[in-house]
């Protein structure tokens, strides 16, 4: 008998690959696109930091950082939905959704840790943007009168 | 709230009136106006303005704030929007010291920058048009004040 040939026709076990792949794959999906919706919804609020409240342009570079997030995250989901061996036992089939689903779940946390910190970056630099003075004047003209006040940004242009 | 900046640099030197140039060139965040150091305009517009060490860099802000050494270096970048984040950087605790070498080590060799490339400040180039200018003819340079700022 052939040895890689293991299906349930030739071993008298049942093929529960499937149930191991439906397992997965109900876990994986529904807590990618939680993480993902996550960090839409809070991470907006950075965004108006980042680009000085500008509504719009913080939506769309949202959206953007969202569909990456989805993109590589289901694309990792979708490569691991393989099983080199016929899994017959129900012992392989919870220690093969949990081996993949943990997996998934790191890379998952790895990716949304490393948004925040995209994000806090981009914020940081957009409130450095509207920082006030760095430094203190070293000296200070003396005052003078309030009457003519060639100073003023109005008249010195 | 500063709305906007005088940046007083020194003429005579040819290194700084390049960037003083580059930096009137740049897309500024406030107001910038340059100003040459020396300039008769100065005693008028800030009376009673301490003089600056050496003729640097200095700046003075529109609530009457004089900067002088590298606070002025780190308020004209503050004035620049591309460099505003920089500027802030380079007053934090860690890189305000090699920020303030950078600056003296640039201010005190700017001589030196000069002779290297052969730079000549704005206030020697107008010396030069103005010996070079007919003696009693000013009709090339209207007022008889001939000046390339």
Same mark, same amino acid.
């Not at chain 2, 900046?5 to 406030?30: I, M």
């Not at chain 2, 860690?94 to 920058?113: D, N, V």
């Given at each position: 008998?052939?040895?890689?040939?293991? /299906?349930?026709?030739?071993?008298?076990?049942?093929?529960?690959? &499937?149930?191991?792949?439906?397992?997965?794959?109900?876990?994986?999906?529904?807590?990618? !696109?939680?993480?993902?919706r996550?960090l839409?919804?809070?991470?907006?609020?950075?965004l108006?930091?980042?680009?000085?409240?500008?509504?719009?342009?913080?939506?769309?570079? /949202?959206?953007?950082l969202? !569909?990456?997030?989805?993109?590589? /995250?289901?694309?990792?989901?979708?490569?691991?939905?393989?099983?080199?061996?016929?899994?017959?036992?129900?012992?392989?089939?919870?220690?093969?959704?949990?081996?993949?689903?943990?997996?998934?779940?790191?890379?998952?946390?790895?990716?949304?840790?490393?948004?925040?910190?995209?994000?806090?970056?981009?914020r940081?630099?957009?409130?450095?943007?509207?920082?006030?003075?760095?430094?203190?004047?070293?000296?200070? &003209?003396?005052?003078?009168?309030?009457?003519?006040?060639?100073?003023?940004?109005?008249?010195?242009? | 709230?500063?709305?906007?900046?005088?940046?007083?640099?020194?003429?005579?030197?040819?290194f700084?009136?390049?960037?003083?140039?580059?930096?009137?060139?740049?897309?500024?965040?406030?107001?910038?106006?340059?100003?040459?150091?020396? #300039?008769?305009?100065?005693?008028?517009?800030?009376?009673?303005?301490?003089?600056?060490?050496?003729?640097?860099?200095?700046?003075?802000?529109?609530?009457?704030?004089?900067?002088?050494? #590298?606070?002025?270096?780190l308020?004209?970048?503050?004035?620049?929007?591309?460099?505003?984040?920089?500027?802030?950087?380079?007053?934090?605790?860690?890189?305000?010291?090699?920020?303030?070498?950078?600056?003296?080590?640039?201010?005190?060799s700017?001589?030196?920058?000069?002779?290297?490339?052969?730079?000549?400040? #704005?206030?020697?180039?107008?010396?030069?048009?103005?010996?070079?200018?007919?003696?009693?003819?000013?009709?090339?340079?209207? #007022?008889?004040?001939?000046?390339?700022?």
């Amino acid at each position: 008998m052939n040895p890689t040939i293991t /299906n349930a026709a030739l071993t008298g076990l049942p093929d529960l690959t &499937l149930y191991a792949y439906g397992a997965y794959l109900a876990v994986t999906v529904p807590l990618t !696109v939680w993480v993902g919706r996550t960090l839409v919804k809070n991470g907006r609020i950075f965004l108006l930091d980042a680009f000085a409240q500008n509504a719009d342009l913080a939506d769309a570079v /949202n959206k953007l950082l969202a !569909v990456g997030f989805y993109l590589i /995250n289901l694309g990792m989901v979708a490569r691991n939905v393989n099983s080199y061996e016929t899994l017959e036992t129900w012992p392989a089939v919870v220690r093969y959704a949990a081996d993949n689903i943990g997996w998934a779940m790191l890379v998952i946390g790895g990716m949304h840790f490393f948004n925040l910190f995209v994000l806090s970056r981009m914020r940081k630099n957009g409130l450095r943007q509207i920082a006030p003075p760095p430094v203190l004047p070293n000296a200070y &003209l003396p005052p003078r009168p309030a009457t003519a006040h060639p100073v003023s940004p109005a008249s010195a242009t | 709230m500063i709305r906007q900046l005088w940046v007083l640099y020194d003429a005579e030197c040819g290194f700084c009136c390049n960037c003083a140039r580059w930096l009137a060139a740049q897309p500024h965040a406030v107001a910038v106006q340059l100003l040459p150091q020396g #300039d008769p305009r100065l005693a008028e517009l800030f009376p009673g303005l301490p003089p600056p060490p050496r003729a640097e860099l200095t700046v003075v802000d529109d609530r009457g704030g004089v900067y002088f050494g #590298d606070n002025a270096w780190l308020m004209a970048m503050w004035a620049l929007r591309d460099w505003r984040p920089w500027s802030v950087r380079f007053a934090t605790p860690t890189l305000r010291p090699m920020a303030r070498q950078a600056f003296e080590l640039i201010s005190a060799s700017r001589h030196g920058i000069n002779l290297l490339f052969g730079l000549r400040g #704005d206030a020697q180039i107008a010396a030069t048009l103005h010996q070079m200018e007919p003696a009693g003819d000013h009709s090339r340079c209207g #007022d008889g004040r001939c000046s390339v700022a």
